[in-house]
């Protein structure tokens, strides 16, 4: 082979192998694991830490309460499921051979410590923003728990969200690493409040919409979004679809227990309180309450209508289904008068409710909470009706529901096959 043929073959593996190393196909050496266990005072300041970022819920299936971070909890999005990572101290299938840069590195970076570059299902483009010291103490706490020897299922995945590859293109545009900066105009509280949910509590990843390519809408932050056919609600100071009728006490009660006097919490926001905003300190939780009193209320539209028919039969299924609870003593039961859930812009959680039923976040006070029956026997009709009635009857006022939508809802919580 001439000379000059060899030399550009050699380039050009040498081009290849780079990029190849920065789009994450292949792994970048990092120092092994840290022998020994980090200070107690540490390791209890990782623990708070992983409770403030609800890690436990995300990185626990279904089910799966007694492996408690071995991961295999599943993510969907219209481009397919992602399924959580073992973080528990495994070596073989979890963290355990990973030491604290290649942690670090996948919390800033969203890059594991094979190389590969993870899936923003994993909040990283909010967890970039924690401090170098607060990663290096969740790590050590995760080093404390529980090995587990398990591999969650693989994730399941349409092309091109498939080419991991493909991510590091997606972290150029929108992965931004840059700290979190304090307001010195505003409180030490609300500074805190601040770092909480755009850092480690990373509520956007749920609150704020995403566009085709599950990037933050930022110009709609923490306005509301539907996530794996619940609504997450608008969280900005919008009086009738947000949270303007809320006191920053209303806010921090709802944390603590999952309910206050505008509703109680359903879907994948019980799992929320009962693993983390339950166990915050009263502190972090004001702080949150004070931080989200702050935002600007979000443009509202204004809901249509229902015509006269709809809410005449809605009224009917109410009274033959649902009075005897809800017409009852608001204190064990919710009242749905400017109830915070019936009212949503999108009424799938709604929906869903009727559908499934749903048991209210047990409270130290309450430990049995509120349970409400499902109703999957309901027609498309009766159904979509009576979420209609609900969201506009006592001084409601909400969009109605079709009997489309309500079809649609129940295709999707259809077991496969």
């Known amino acids: 082979m001439p000379a000059q043929t060899a030399n550009r073959q050699s380039a050009l593996v040498r081009i290849a192998l780079l990029v190849c190393t920065l789009s994450g196909l292949l ?3 990092v120092q092994p694991a840290e022998a020994g266990l980090a200070a107690p005072a540490e390791i209890a300041r990782g623990r708070y830490l992983a409770t403030l970022g609800d890690c436990a819920a995300c990185h626990t299936a ?14 969907h999005a219209y481009f397919g499921t992602v399924y959580s990572s073992n973080i528990t101290p495994d070596d073989k299938t979890g963290i355990g051979s990973w030491s604290k840069d290649a942690f670090y590195r996948a919390m800033h970076d969203g890059i594991g410590a094979d190389g ?13 923003k924690l401090p170098r010291a607060d990663v290096d103490a969740l790590y050590a706490y995760l080093r404390t728990v529980k090995p587990v020897r398990h591999t969650p299922p693989p994730n399941r995945l349409i092309f091109p969200a498939n080419v991991r590859a493909g991510l590091a293109f997606w ?7 840059s700290p979190l900066k304090s307001d010195p105009s505003r409180s030490p509280q609300w500074n805190r409040g601040a770092a909480l949910v755009n850092g480690i509590g990373h509520c956007g ?13 930022q110009n709609r932050y923490l306005q509301g979004e539907t996530i794996d056919g619940w609504f997450a609600p608008n969280l900005t100071g919008s009086k009738r679809t947000g949270l303007g009728a809320w006191s920053e006490a209303d806010i921090a009660l709802y944390l603590k227990i999952g309910n206050n006097r505008f509703g109680r919490a359903v879907g994948a926001m019980q799992d929320v309180i009962r693993v983390s905003t339950s166990k915050m300190s009263d ?18 539209k204004a809901s249509t209508k229902p015509d006269a028919i709809t809410m005449q039969l809605g009224g009917a299924v109410f009274v033959e289904r649902c009075s005897v609870c809800h017409s009852a003593d608001t204190r064990s039961y919710p009242s749905l008068a400017h109830n915070s859930v019936a009212t949503l812009p999108d009424p799938a959680t709604l929906v869903r409710v009727i559908l499934q039923g749903s048991q209210s976040v047990p409270a130290p006070e309450k430990p049995m909470g509120f349970s409400m029956p499902a109703f999957p026997v309901l027609s498309n009709k009766d159904l ?10 006592w001084g409601n006022s909400a969009g109605p529901v079709s009997e489309k939508q309500v079809e649609t809802i129940r295709k999707r919580l259809r077991p496969a096959g």
């Open 62 to 75: 279904p089910g799966g309460s007694s492996k408690p971070y071995a991961g295999g909890y599943p993510l």
């Open 205 to 217: 990843g749920c609150h704020t919409p995403k566009t085709f390519l599950f990037n933050d809408e």
């Open 283 to 300: 502190d972090d939780r004001a702080a949150v309450a004070t931080y989200l009193k702050s935002l600007p209320p979000a443009p509202e």
């Open 27 to 29: 792994p970048i050496a």
């Open 384 to 393: 979509a009706a009576v979420a209609t009635y609900v969201r506009n009857a």
């Open 116 to 128: 590969r570059h993870l899936y923003p299902a994993f909040p990283y483009v909010y967890f970039t």
């Open 171 to 177: 972290n150029a545009l929108f992965l931004d690493t």
